[in-house]
């Protein structure tokens, strides 16, 4: 989360892949990294056009997206993201062409200062303080105080605790939200991440859904039951690297499920055990399923009993 927004001269995507293109009809994409600089140039064979790109959205284990300014200081976002699967550019998500009316639609879309105000919300620290987007001051990524909230009491009661030489934890000087009941911690994570509402207001369908997770996984049969380990942070730590084998959420499971068919159900494990196996179970229970506009797969994370060939559940 770390690098979930950088200034695009610090992109190591950016300086990895030193020139990037994607064409589209008669219009050439390319980007073009040197010196600390990368250019976004489009043409259409009659007309070019070039801007320096100034900021890159997402780490790019799936995905990196640009935005830039043009002269009347406005964001623009990019037409065209690079996605690692393809090791190349194509459209940016959702804002595919069929055709452009001309070349100032083929590179770009303008962002709204709201939608621009959003993104660096998500993305950034500290971008907005009460008054406009303060790109000078932000933080870069998404950083300690972007969830637990402004720092300094926290800091100096540790620090008072220190000196005093007493086992103060200051955990009441800062937001914790592993404190929040089950509903709200998911809604917490879904408001960078997708919540129900973002999900339906926006009208997105089918696998595309699968990007926002916390929508996703209020849609599992057992959710919604007082189990407050059904939360995002129940299966991940925000603070490590996001853990993508299958088995090592094995523990995870079998901690709500009985691991056995003829072992009796209790509070503590109100699941019913797995009568195929007791390993990789969310390879079974919370399938991968491919996003065409990411051009990759996304862990499901409505938990259900997956069966091949049937049609994704809405």
Known sequence: ??????????????????????????????????DGQTSYTVTDGHRTLTYPLLWAFGIGRVG???????????????RVTFFAPLDNLEFTPGRALISAKDLDEAMYRPVA????ANCFACHTTASNTGGPLDEKNLIAGVSCEAC?????????????????GITESGSHTIFNPAQLKPADSVDFCGACH????????????????????PFRLEQSKCWGKGDARLT???????HKQLVTDDAEYDHICLSCHV???????????????????RENCASCHMPKVYVPEMHDNFTDHRIRVARAGEAYPE
């Not at 999900?199 to 997770?213: N, Y």
Request: charged residues 20%; aromatic residues 10%; contains cysteine.
């Open 1 to 34: 989360m770390a690098n979930a927004a950088l200034w695009a001269a610090q992109s190591g995507i950016l300086h990895k892949h030193a020139k990037l293109d994607f064409v589209f009809g008669d219009y050439h994409y390319e980007l073009k990294t040197a």
């Open 64 to 78: 990196q997206s640009y935005l830039f300014k043009k002269e009347d200081g406005n964001f623009y976002e990019a």
């Open 113 to 116: 200062a709201s939608e621009v």
């Open 148 to 164: 637990h909230a402004a720092g300094a009491k926290h800091v100096a009661a540790m620090q008072a605790a220190k000196l005093a």
């Open 194 to 213: 997708g919540t129900f509402w973002d999900v339906k207001l926006a009208g997105i369908k089918g696998p595309s859904t699968s990007r926002s997770p």
């Open 232 to 238: 995002c942070m129940g299966c991940h730590d925000p």
């Open 259 to 277: 691991n056995v068919p003829q072992a009796k159900r209790t509070a503590e494990h109100p699941g019913a055990a797995c009568p195929v196996k």
